[in-house]
């Protein structure tokens, strides 16, 4: 049901690697506390203030803690920043690629701006989602055929500053009752001038008669500082057959 199930990178991700993602994210995860590494770096910074959006299920979700951040650094401090350690000098390097830090060193906050939404179904056409600038889609936002295969591809550009831990949330409702939810950790990604493209995984529309009808939802993208780069409250329905063009 989710516009969201999984994550498959086809672009060539700037982002942390499997094994320093995975040891950071456990030590936050099991103590709350930022890892040495993440507070000599600089990587782990105080929540920004503005733009701040509710995570879903905060209520009841465990995952949801409050936790203290260290500083806050421009990508130039950041990349200055312990230049004496080789390691870290190297972590940096993998992490960065080929930033051009004169033009964007100099920002605290990070920038996100999703280009592009599109539903991929074998066979057909791409469904072109257009994102309006209020994140309101007016009336019916795409129609998918029960029991079809389909996945989401997106577009994003990253500039100013490192984001991290960036994340999709989708969560769907069917006549005002929550029937399905998923939060897919998308990474951390540093500025560059090409945008980044992801594909997540192939799903299948549930069918029947049950399955038929319209849907509410709200997807989100957002950061470990819970900053909201895009939020899009939408409908759409799933029918016996694809929408006639």
Not at 109 to 136: F, H, Q, T, Y
Request: aromatic share 8%.
């Amino acid at each position: 049901m989710s516009l969201a199930v999984g994550l498959v990178s086809s672009s060539k991700n700037m982002g942390l690697d499997d094994d320093n993602a995975a040891k950071v994210s456990d030590k936050t995860a099991k103590t709350g506390e930022a890892s040495a590494d993440q507070l000599s770096t600089g990587m782990v910074r105080s929540p920004s203030e503005g733009s701040l959006c509710q995570t879903e299920d905060e209520d009841d979700d465990d995952e949801v803690k409050k936790i203290e951040l260290g500083p806050q650094f421009t990508l130039k401090e950041q990349i200055e920043k312990d230049a004496d350690d080789e390691s870290l000098r190297r972590w940096k390097e993998q992490l960065l690629g080929s930033v051009d830090v004169n033009s964007v060193g100099e920002t605290l906050e990070p920038e996100v701006k999703i280009m592009s939404l599109a539903i991929k179904s074998p066979g057909r056409s791409d469904i072109i989602l257009p994102i309006p600038v209020d994140g309101n889609p007016k009336g019916l936002w795409f129609t998918l055929k029960e029991g079809s295969r389909y996945s989401l591809k997106f577009t994003f550009q990253v500039s100013n500053n490192i984001v991290s831990g960036l994340k999709y949330t989708n969560t769907v409702w069917k006549t005002a009752v929550k029937v399905d939810s998923t939060k897919e950790m998308l990474g951390t990604f540093s500025p560059q001038s090409e945008p980044y493209t992801h594909v997540l995984p192939e799903d299948t529309t549930p069918s029947g008669i049950f399955a038929r009808g319209s849907y509410s939802a709200r997807s989100k993208f957002a950061d470990d500082d819970n900053k909201c780069y895009l939020e899009i409250n939408y409908t759409f329905d799933i029918r016996k057959d694809w929408q006639s063009s």
